[in-house]
């Protein structure tokens, strides 16, 4: 019996509610393969331990993680209790940062019973290889004066280290898949940093020659999202043009409610960690109808990096014959509840 130890941060808002539904299916799943056991431990951080604390998470927080096998969260953030810089870059941002988790990867896939935002959309498949540790987001710039003198820089920091390790997982993915590689840039509009990125892809790609390689700016690539995006399989894109072409994923998909993510830690030296990519909607906890699927897609990421493929596929299909047969949540155009969608999962399964 393989004993995995999972830390779970079920976070804000609706993230208490398909989390733990969603490890309700992982330990069915862990039944049904025979040989393995999950052991979840939970962690209470977040806005509300905040108020209480002072932080998101203890001094301590990052040790204890590094512990663990995975890390497997819900959502973070309520802007009407603490700033989204403070959540994000306290407890979501600090994780992926510290247990080095230098590939965000989400895929984009149109689900069946699931609706598309785009009319007579063609079925789609690919996945957003995002950098994740560096680029737009980098933690260097800074602030002078007041007033109408107050002068704000920020610095977007490009390594060759990053930008080369996160294409060749592009390409090493591509090779597994349909072999395409879409890169996005902007080196038409940003003079330093997308020149250097188009010059290390045209390096990578030299070591692939089997895979079929483009680039597209990213505002044209936004927009070949919605008008073809039967026509992507892997895209590798810096740490801000990764996040915003997989919001438009999860958008043509048909709702942010069914888009998973992985944060991977390549080294093997910390946890990587899963992630669904809607946010704590405030709006509907308590309700009943939170959409679980994205968390339930997430757990067939982990499932996957655990070399758990079977069972990860059977996950996936058992999501997509549950949404086929009409057991759906208010977002994705169903009357169901959280409950019955997990419920059905759980009969899928079995």
């Not at 007579?120 to 950098?131: G, L, M, Q, S």
Request: with cysteine; net charge negative.
């Amino acid at each position: 019996m393989n004993v995995h130890e999972i830390a779970v941060i079920p976070g804000d808002g609706i993230g208490r509610e398909v989390v733990p539904a969603s490890l309700r299916v992982l330990e069915r799943l862990a039944e049904l393969h025979g040989g393995i056991k999950f052991q979840f431990t939970e962690f209470p951080w977040s806005c509300e331990y905040y108020l209480e604390h002072g932080e998101m998470m203890p001094e301590d927080g990052i040790g204890t993680l590094k512990n663990f096998e995975q890390i497997f969260l819900g959502a973070v953030g309520d802007p009407r209790l603490v700033p989204d810089h403070i959540s994000l870059w306290g407890l979501l941002i600090r994780i992926r940062r510290e247990c080095e988790q230098v590939i965000n990867l989400r895929p984009v896939k149109s689900l069946r019973g699931v609706p598309s935002k785009l009319a007579d959309a063609e079925p789609f498949d690919f996945i957003v290889v995002r950098e994740n540790s560096e680029g737009e987001y980098s933690e260097a710039g800074g602030s002078v004066h007041h007033g109408e003198d107050e002068i704000v820089i920020q610095n977007a920091v490009f390594t060759r280290k990053a930008t080369e390790r996160a294409m060749r997982f592009a390409f090493d993915l591509a090779m597994k898949r349909n072999k395409k590689v879409t890169s996005a840039t902007k080196s038409n509009g940003i003079v330093y940093s997308m020149p250097f990125w188009d010059k290390v892809f045209r390096e990578v790609s030299k070591d692939y020659p089997e895979v079929v390689t483009e680039s597209n700016h990213i505002d044209a690539l936004a927009a070949f999202f919605v008008l073809k995006p039967e026509q992507f399989d892997v895209i590798v894109a810096s740490n801000l043009f990764g996040d915003i072409l997989t919001d438009i994923g999860a958008a043509i998909m048909g709702s942010i409610g069914v888009a998973p993510a992985a944060n991977i830690n390549l080294n093997g030296k910390y946890p990587s960690m899963f992630e669904p990519v809607h946010g704590s909607a405030p709006d509907i906890v308590g309700k009943g109808i939170a959409n679980p699927i994205g968390q339930l897609w997430t757990a067939k990421m982990m499932l996957d990096h655990m070399g758990y493929d079977e069972l990860g596929a059977h996950l996936l299909k058992a999501i997509e014959e549950t949404t086929a047969s009409g057991v759906k949540t208010p977002d994705i155009g169903g009357t169901s509840t959280t409950e019955e969608v997990i419920g059905e999962v759980l009969k899928r399964i079995s």
